[in-house]
């Protein structure tokens, strides 16, 4: 990382979150409802497939695992705004009835949330929709909150927060890295 | 404007002679990705909401029009409509002072259609912020025919170097043979063309394209057979260019037995559209085995919403990471 | 001109005149007539009182240019051109004497449209402008326009040009017809059943989606007008020869005795069809721009004397014309104030010399029409051109003195730069080092 960022997380501090996250959607969804973890690209998706394991090993379930990307449903397209170009959404279930609880690496503004959800309702009806995210940094823009957070962290607007999961090699964490403000 | 390498930063698509393959490799894999929209259960987006487009279409089209019509709605864009009859054109207006005015009321697109070469370039060149989509031209080009014809070929075929294109037919008039020739060049393919001399237009060698008299010659080896339409109005204008239908379909129209013939076993066969069945087709070819005309209508849908989606800065604006955190 | 002028002394100069062949620094006195009193060095001495004495050293001093080809659009389309601005246009270009072809409206096919032509160019002044006359009534390719009365009124020669004689018959009858009257057929050589299209035919037709147009459409015309000159006598003069077909046709017909003679235009010399790529309506002309072996071709036949002289089918539209689709535009180009330029760019590229060049200009149209201008000498009047050679001049076509401005070249960089041009002794066209001034603007200096 450069030298202006500041480590959050460590590798091992990710992966305690992340426990924590799955332990908490466990007893927070009833078993009755079939559950879904629908990782928002990029960022979310290496997240909702590690918590999908986790919610497996203490069910014995496996939860139907989807990636949304919401490139087409963005409210900033037109900003000027530098964009992630487009991905493919991937949702191999019927919505309909499903607990959807959408998985993103850092919640911001929210915008990035609205606009998951508005793509969700185009694929079906789900039960209910939650959000689960390692880094809460501040910042919304919208009345949206998560139900499921690994780390509350202060930061500035201009900061940008970095998320890796440990793998081989890769020691991983969360980094805060100092924008030009 | 010059195309950056993996992306598609235009204002406008006038042709794909001018395009790198790299920009036509981004706008065949955007479309890609939006052939997967058109599958869902509800199939609009709301990426181009607030923008609107106009279909200046100044030559008659059913096909193009509404599978242009059909992306744009798809992206949620507001759709206005202009036909040859509807236009000031026909009172005498010029096809620039039409667009002015139309440009004047702030659209974000217009999509051309336009029976003289260059139209859609005289467009762009004189309305410097509106994107112009070229939706045939002349003879010139017919970019969006010829990228789902394209991403047709990528899906069946699995790629293009290497592989050997015939395209039969009457290529002097065509803007869907040449938007196909420069397309295909330039993503490594190798291009044949077929039929009377009369209707071969000079000059092809120069973009490596092999000119064959007969069917007998161009079919073999070729992995796709791209079959044009003939128009009944270049017998009747004093062209000469050949006798009759009955004597171009014996020579130049494709059927199964010519096929069984000459052909590979998986050869695929194309048609722009509308067949004119027993011409240039055998009646029930185009839904034979061979045939994958519906697949490239259903491609073209998937085409243009890439291209509405990329020129109105989809990507132009949207080039790396900046989404909130 | 009837109104004396001051005698004049052009000193120091470089006077090249191919008629004589001279090419060397002198002085040119002008009389009060207009007219050349004498070409010498050091003629300071020997002037008259009051003589104006003009400073031209280090500047080329040649005859007032020859084109045998231009049209004025008086009568009737006086808003692309009218024959004021078009000899304004003109002597800007350092033209003194411009033939101007019939296609008007009402057509030059009669004496009176004629002498109308000629008596808007007497009220203007700024040039010699001679009408060329319908071949036929109205230009309609049917039957011989009262060509004997046109002459009589101040035509020197007969065209449709714009329209090509397809009528073999019309054609022969024209050229023994003129023969017998001494005055040549200028023929616009293109086969209408071949040349459907709006370009040349070749490989930018073909990636630009337009129709083409074969070579052949001019060289299937040529064969059977030269043919017809053979078999009539007549002077058949090719106009704005475009192909290397033409060119050799005329070339093997020239060896063979037969009067056909042929000009070329500073597009056809200078561009290829490639300039039509972008689809700019003012690359569209009739015969269009060719294939660069064309081009060579017809600078080959400008430098074995093939091709006689240089014209510029000034042919001006207004934007209503030109600004659409290039299918739908007008043909032509408009051509006095750059055609000097186009020229010495060619000795600049060493594909001409100047004595050549200038000829082309001057004596070439003249002798082939049998004309009185393009040379100098004591006697003859005093049409003169002053050319700085080391300076250039940007195309701006917002600053032409023709009232159009469709012109390929816009843009362009053109070496060399016309500073003066007198016409009968008097000076109708002055560059005072930031704009050119025409007419009574220029005398007055």
């Known amino acids: 990382m450069t030298q202006n960022s500041k480590q959050?997380?460590?590798?091992?501090?990710?992966?305690?979150?992340?426990?924590?996250?799955?332990?908490?959607?466990?007893?927070?969804?009833?078993?009755?409802?079939?559950?879904?973890?629908?990782g928002i690209r990029s960022g979310g998706m290496p997240l909702a497939e590690r918590l999908a394991q986790l919610v497996e090993v203490a069910t014995n379930r496996a939860p139907s695992l989807g990636a949304i990307d919401i490139t087409l449903y963005r409210d900033d397209l037109y900003t000027g705004l530098e964009?992630?170009?487009?991905?493919?959404?991937?949702?191999?279930?019927?919505?309909?009835?499903?607990?959807?609880?959408?998985?993103?690496?850092?919640?911001?503004?929210?915008?990035?949330?609205?606009?998951?959800?508005?793509?969700?309702?185009?694929?079906?009806?789900?039960?209910?929709?939650?959000?689960?995210?390692?880094?809460?940094?501040g910042h919304r823009e919208l009345p949206i909150q998560a139900d499921f957070v690994g780390r509350r962290v202060e930061s500035k607007a201009s900061d940008r927060v970095q998320v890796e999961l440990k793998r081989d090699g890769v020691a991983g964490g969360a980094f805060l890295i100092g924008g030009q403000a | 404007m010059a195309g950056t390498s993996g992306g598609f930063a235009r204002k406008d698509l006038l042709g794909l002679k001018d395009l790198s393959a790299e920009e036509i490799g981004h706008l065949l894999d955007v479309a890609e990705q939006f052939r997967g929209l058109n599958l869902r259960a509800v199939k609009k987006v709301p990426?181009?909401?607030?923008?609107?487009?106009?279909?200046?279409?100044?030559?008659?089209?059913?096909?193009?029009?509404?599978?242009?019509?059909?992306?744009?709605?798809?992206?949620?864009?507001?759709?206005?409509?202009?036909?040859?009859?509807?236009?000031?054109?026909?009172?005498?207006?010029?096809?620039?002072?039409?667009?002015?005015?139309?440009?004047?009321?702030?659209?974000?697109?217009?999509?051309?259609?336009?029976?003289?070469?260059?139209?859609?370039?005289?467009?762009?060149?004189?309305?410097?912020?509106?994107?112009?989509?070229?939706?045939?031209?002349?003879?010139?080009?017919?970019?969006?025919?010829?990228?789902?014809?394209?991403?047709?070929?990528?899906?069946?075929?699995g790629g293009f170097r290497g592989r050997v294109v015939s395209i039969v037919g009457d290529i002097m008039h065509s803007r869907v043979a040449r938007s196909a020739i420069y397309g295909l060049r330039t993503l490594g393919a190798e291009v044949r063309v077929c039929g009377p001399r009369t209707l071969i237009p000079p000059g092809l060698d120069s973009l490596g394209v092999e000119a064959h008299d007969h069917l007998e010659t161009a079919l073999p080896g070729a992995d796709v057979v791209m079959m044009l339409r003939i128009q009944q109005e270049r017998l009747e204008r004093g062209g000469h260019y050949f006798p009759s239908t009955r004597e171009y379909s014996r020579i130049w129209g494709l059927n199964r037995s010519k096929l069984e013939r000459w052909a590979r076993k998986d050869v695929i066969v194309m048609h722009p559209g509308p067949v004119n069945r027993g011409v240039e087709l055998e009646p029930e070819l185009a839904d034979s085995r061979w045939s994958v005309i519906l697949d490239q209508v259903e491609n073209g849908v998937a085409v243009r919403m890439a291209v509405l989606y990329l020129v109105l800065g989809g990507e132009r604006a949207a080039r790396s990471e900046g989404r909130g955190q | 001109m009837s109104n004396a002028i001051e005698p004049t002394l052009l000193q120091g100069g470089r006077v090249v005149d191919p008629a004589s062949g001279h090419d060397g620094v002198a002085d040119i006195l002008i009389g009060a007539d207009g007219h050349i009193v004498e070409l010498a060095p050091g003629l300071a001495d020997q002037c008259p009182a009051r003589t104006q004495i003009v400073d031209v050293s280090g500047r080329l001093v040649v005859p007032g240019f020859v084109d045998l080809h231009t049209h004025l659009r008086e009568p009737g389309h006086e808003y692309k051109e009218t024959v004021e601005t078009g000899s304004a246009s003109a002597v800007a270009g350092g033209f003194t004497t411009i033939l101007c072809m019939a296609n008007t409206n009402p057509v030059n096919d009669n004496g009176a449209v004629t002498r109308y032509i000629v008596s808007q160019s007497e009220a203007c002044g700024l040039a010699r402008v001679l009408p060329i006359g319908a071949l036929s009534h109205g230009m309609e390719g049917k039957k011989l326009a009262e060509i004997g009365d046109m002459l009589a009124n101040g035509a020197v020669a007969v065209s449709d040009d714009g329209l090509p004689v397809m009528d073999a018959h019309l054609m022969r009858r024209a050229l023994e017809y003129c023969a017998g009257l001494g005055v040549p057929v200028i023929a616009h050589e293109e086969d209408t059943c071949l040349s459907g299209g709006c370009m040349n035919e070749g490989r930018v037709s073909t990636l630009l989606g337009l129709r083409g147009i074969p070579d052949a459409a001019e060289d299937v015309l040529v064969s059977r007008d030269i043919i017809l000159a053979e078999l009539t006598g007549g002077h058949l003069h090719v106009a704005h020869v475009s192909t290397a077909g033409a060119v050799r046709l005329i070339r093997e017909a020239q060896?063979?005795?037969?009067?056909?003679?042929?000009?070329?235009?500073?597009?056809?010399?200078?561009?290829?069809?490639?300039?039509?790529?972008?689809?700019?309506?003012d690359t569209r002309m009739a015969p269009p721009l060719r294939s660069e072996e064309a081009r060579q071709a017809v600078v080959e036949g400008l430098r074995d004397g093939t091709i006689c002289c240089i014209a510029t089918d000034h042919a001006p539209h207004s934007t209503i014309e030109k600004e659409v689709e290039f299918?739908?535009?007008?043909?032509?180009?408009?051509?006095?104030?750059?055609?000097?330029?186009?020229?010495?760019?060619?000795?600049q590229q060493g594909e001409l010399d100047l004595m050549t060049a200038v000829r082309l200009l001057t004596?070439?149209?003249?002798?082939?029409?049998?004309?009185?201008?393009?040379?100098?000498?004591?006697?003859?009047?005093?049409?003169?051109?002053v050319i700085d050679l080391d300076a250039s001049t940007p195309v701006e076509v917002d600053e032409f003195h023709s009232r159009s401005r469709n012109s390929?070249?816009?843009?362009?960089?053109?070496?060399?730069?016309?500073?003066?041009?007198?016409?009968?002794?008097?000076t109708v066209y002055l560059w005072d080092g930031a704009e050119g001034r025409v007419g009574a603007e220029a005398t007055a200096r």
């Open chain 3, 363 to 385: 004596s070439g149209p003249s002798q082939c029409f049998g004309l009185k201008t393009g040379t100098l000498g004591p006697g003859v009047a005093a049409d003169l051109v």
């Open chain 3, 408 to 426: 390929p070249f816009k843009g362009w960089e053109l070496p060399s730069r016309i500073e003066r041009t007198l016409f009968g002794g008097r």
């Open chain 2, 47 to 157: 990426t181009l909401r607030g923008k609107s487009v106009i279909h200046l279409f100044l030559e008659p089209s059913t096909r193009t029009k509404t599978s242009f019509d059909i992306a744009a709605k798809r992206l949620s864009a507001d759709t206005f409509s202009i036909s040859g009859s509807s236009s000031s054109t026909t009172k005498g207006e010029t096809l620039l002072d039409t667009a002015k005015n139309l440009a004047a009321m702030h659209p974000d697109i217009i999509i051309l259609r336009h029976k003289r070469s260059g139209g859609a370039a005289l467009l762009a060149r004189e309305l410097p912020h509106t994107s112009i989509v070229n939706a045939g031209d002349g003879f010139c080009e017919h970019p969006t025919q010829g990228l789902l014809d394209l991403l047709t070929i990528r899906r069946s075929i």
């Open chain 1, 83 to 137: 964009k992630p170009s487009l991905g493919e959404t991937v949702l191999p279930f019927a919505l309909d009835g499903y607990g959807v609880v959408l998985v993103d690496d850092v919640l911001f503004t929210g915008r990035t949330v609205r606009a998951a959800m508005g793509e969700l309702h185009d694929y079906g009806r789900p039960r209910w929709i939650r959000l689960a995210v390692l880094v809460d940094r």
């Open chain 1, 8 to 38: 959050i997380l460590d590798g091992e501090g990710v992966e305690r979150c992340l426990k924590r996250l799955a332990s908490e959607i466990v007893d927070d969804c009833d078993p009755e409802v079939p559950l879904a973890l629908v």
């Open chain 3, 255 to 281: 060896a063979r005795g037969v009067h056909v003679t042929t000009e070329v235009t500073p597009h056809h010399f200078t561009l290829t069809d490639e300039a039509v790529v972008g689809y700019d309506p």
């Open chain 3, 327 to 347: 299918e739908l535009s007008a043909c032509g180009v408009v051509g006095l104030e750059t055609a000097w330029g186009l020229t010495y760019r060619l000795v």
